[in-house]
């Protein structure tokens, strides 16, 4: 007889035959049991083969913990349904968490560089596709080979159905190049292997199988931050393609394309680093248009945004830091 525990054992068998940690392994069994404790609470009959949304609901009622912790109880309880069921009744409700609770990693250029420095072929090329093209973890997983072409790459990436939406990501010459590298170590390293796939898993992992591909792209970067000491994760590097965007004077609409969202909301408060808005630059920059119109008779090499309406003023540059502190402390 199948018990609600022997399903849970069962996929946490298939977990660990993932190679998932023995930490990660406990805490999944443990936010199920705890969901399900939940349900008990309330008084929910609880089917794992066609529990759905009320019972969803019903935990997230229940569950008196911060967002954060919520959702990756859910989560992990949608995971589990999922492996029952066939299906995952979390991901089909489509719910909207609070952002507000989320920690995003974000990476500089400085980072970045290490990291090539330091990583192997296939490494490298993850970071290279994350961090130039601004491409998902999945998206990566799931590039073939007939995919690449000479200046862009077919990709994969969210969307409703079995493969998503699909768009085409434009490819740079450095790309393309670290590419073509990377196939020649390819070559010569997995001699049998005759995979359509652009990125393989490990040599035991099964290249056919999509979790072995998506927890390869994982740890391989997550292993390299960990041992360089910087914290990074896929959508480290695709958040750093999308600041670099900003920082390029891109446009907001045309980033919102590059990085394949459907809302510029989350463009600009998921993938956007604060620092990499140039604030004080670009505040000087509208202040020097407006001027121009304002003051179309004043001289560009004597305009700044000192002058106000007095051409002959001194502007701040001339005035110092000192004096503007004189100024505020008048007796």
């Known amino acids: 007889m199948i018990t609600m525990d022997t399903d849970i054992e069962n996929f946490i068998q298939h977990l660990e035959r993932r190679n ?195 927890s390869t792209i994982s740890s391989k970067v997550a292993r390299l931050g960990k041992s360089l000491g910087i914290e990074v994760s896929c959508h480290s590097l695709r958040r750093l393609y999308c600041t670099s965007l900003v920082e390029s004077g891109c446009p907001l609409g045309t980033i919102k394309e590059l990085m394949r969202h459907s809302d510029v909301n989350t463009t600009i408060e998921c993938y956007i680093r604060p620092s990499g808005l140039r604030l004080n630059e670009w505040s000087d920059i509208c202040t020097r248009r407006m001027l121009s119109a304002l003051e179309p008779d004043v001289s560009e090499g004597r305009r700044c945004e000192g002058h106000g309406s007095d051409p002959t003023a001194p502007c701040a540059e001339e005035i110092g830091i000192e004096g503007i502190q004189k100024a505020r402390i008048r007796p």
């Not at 990291?115 to 296939?122: E, I, K, N, Q, V």
């Open 20 to 214: 998932r940690s023995p930490g990660t392994l406990n805490h999944y069994r443990f936010a199920i049991k705890r969901c399900m404790d939940i349900l008990k609470e309330r008084n929910v009959v609880f089917d794992p083969h066609t529990a759905g949304e009320k019972e969803i609901s019903e935990i997230i009622k229940g569950m008196e913990i911060k967002d954060s912790t919520m959702k990756n109880y859910v989560n992990i309880f949608g995971s589990y349904l999922q492996y029952v069921q066939g299906r995952n009744p979390v991901r089909e409700m489509g719910i909207l968490w609070n952002r507000d609770a989320v920690s995003r990693r974000f990476i500089g250029i400085e980072d970045l560089s290490k990291l090539m420095s330091a990583a192997d072929p296939s490494t490298r090329l993850i970071l290279v596709l994350g961090a130039f093209m601004g491409l998902r973890r999945k998206e990566i997983a799931s590039i073939r080979i007939g995919d690449i072409g000479l200046d862009s790459i077919r990709v994969k990436g969210k969307g409703h159905g079995r493969n998503g939406l699909t768009a085409r990501q434009p490819m740079t010459l450095y790309v393309s190049r670290e590419i073509l590298s990377y196939m020649e170590w390819r070559q010569r390293t997995y001699v049998t292997v005759d995979d359509h796939l652009l990125i393989l898993p490990d040599k035991d992992g099964n290249p056919a199988h999509a979790e072995d591909r998506l």
